[in-house]
């Protein structure tokens, strides 16, 4: 049975797959884990003037320690912000959402109920992008804005310039994109580069390599934005990975028992590298061959991914790989290029995390989960012969769409 911890979801890291003791380090998560039962004493974050005073649920003494303890924790920021030419303008927006961090039950309880409750009001073929996304979401944005009039309420105790309302309210919103850009970009992935097939057929997606944000994105709830992004078919998700992170969902929905986690997605996980998962179960037909196969931030460099990199290269798969920066993107590209892939799409995300972070121990290191995608299928190069692959002309390309068409109707 899943079992949902919305607890820990927003502070889950997304490039470092940091361990619970190393992302409690980070000096937002630490004041809010230390100070909840202040700031938010029932659960609800609360403004100083209730706190506080004449009439405060907290004496004097507290409020001073709560004053300190923002200015301790904005001292440990400004250390964790060395700003240089190349990330100054970055920092500008870095610096106002790690305040909004420090504040407990920042993005509220209701948000994993509401995304799964809100109907898309357009095509999803029309949601290009967040500015979109979010005039959808106007029962998300609403709490959103009065959670940010009760932060900005707090502002004078960090001693930090005030960016107003409007700028909390912005970075509020640019925490809700670091949570839901995976479903989204998983989804749009899904929508843009599968076969077509005909209404209520499934689509089969892949994601390797998965750790705890792709299984918080199961446990909260949030993957049903990848079925609003496809709402005319069914998803079957499988997650592979050795992952501590995977563990508990292999154990819960293994290939051999797949869960019915949405009346139109079928979760199944294992415990294992992609290309020991592929031999077991897709080469003996146990396990159907993907649409599309996908990776959040791969390190390619890392030895295990060289044989499940040319595995779906000879196999001819769709493969869909995010980075969270240019250089990690470009370093992809590098790995790619030498085992000669044959390129669908690469360039910017529109559903990168607008939430954008600096690495502490190098200040020129600034990311964004997934502001990057490429999209691969086959090599250029035959590698038994080593000559290149032709391309075939736009006529042919456009009578095979026509055929496809005829097909289709047909089949109607």
Not at 255 to 274: E, Q, S, V
Request: charged fraction near 25%; include cysteine; glycine fraction near 6%.
């Amino acid at each position: 049975m899943l079992v949902v911890r919305q607890s820990n979801w927003i502070r889950s890291s997304n490039m470092s797959r940091a361990a619970p003791s190393e992302a409690s380090k980070y000096p937002p998560t630490e004041f809010s884990l230390k100070y909840t039962k202040v700031l938010a004493p029932d659960g609800k974050l609360e403004t100083p003037e209730k706190l506080f005073g004449e009439g405060g649920r907290f004496d004097k003494d507290v409020e001073e320690k709560t004053k300190l303890a923002f200015k301790v924790t904005m001292k440990k920021l400004e250390k964790y912000n060395t700003a240089s030419e190349f990330n100054k303008e970055h920092l500008v927006t870095a610096k106002v959402d790690q305040i909004v961090e420090c504040f407990p039950n920042t993005l509220l309880k209701l948000l994993p109920n509401t995304i799964q409750k809100t109907k898309w009001s357009k095509k999803s073929k029309e949601v290009e992008n967040w500015d979109i996304w979010w005039s959808m979401h106007g029962k998300i944005l609403a709490p959103l804005q009065a959670q940010a009039e009760i932060i900005h309420k707090w502002w004078e105790f960090t001693g930090k310039p005030d960016p107003g309302v409007d700028e909390v309210t912005n970075g509020l919103k640019r925490l809700v994109t670091g949570v839901l850009t995976h479903p989204m970009t998983i989804g749009k992935a899904i929508s843009a580069y599968t076969p077509k097939r005909k209404k209520d057929k499934p689509k089969s997606i892949h994601l390797i390599g998965t750790d705890t944000p792709e299984a918080t994105m199961i446990y909260a709830g949030f993957y049903t934005e990848i079925l609003s992004c496809n709402p005319l078919h069914p998803i079957k998700l499988t997650m592979v990975s050795p992952s501590q992170g995977n563990k508990q969902l292999s154990k819960d929905c293994g290939p051999n028992n797949p869960m019915l986690i949405n009346d139109r997605c079928k979760l199944t996980a294992w415990d294992g590298l992609y290309h020991d998962f592929w031999e077991r179960y897709i080469t003996t037909q146990k396990v159907e061959v993907p649409d599309i196969v996908m990776a959040i931030h791969p390190h390619l460099e890392g030895e295990f991914w060289g044989p499940t990199v040319d595995m779906l290269l000879d196999e001819n798969i769709v493969t869909c790989f995010t980075a969270f920066n240019e250089e990690h993107f470009k370093q992809a590209l590098e790995r790619l290029d030498y085992v000669f892939a044959k390129y669908i799409f690469k360039g910017v995300n529109p559903w990168v995390s607008g939430h954008v972070k600096q690495t502490p121990h190098d200040p020129n290191m600034i990311w964004a989960s997934n502001q990057y995608m490429i999209v691969f299928k086959g090599r250029t190069v035959d590698m038994k012969t080593l000559t290149l692959i032709e391309e075939p002309t736009e006529e042919v390309l456009a009578e095979a769409e026509d055929e496809f068409e005829r097909l289709l109707n047909e089949g109607n």
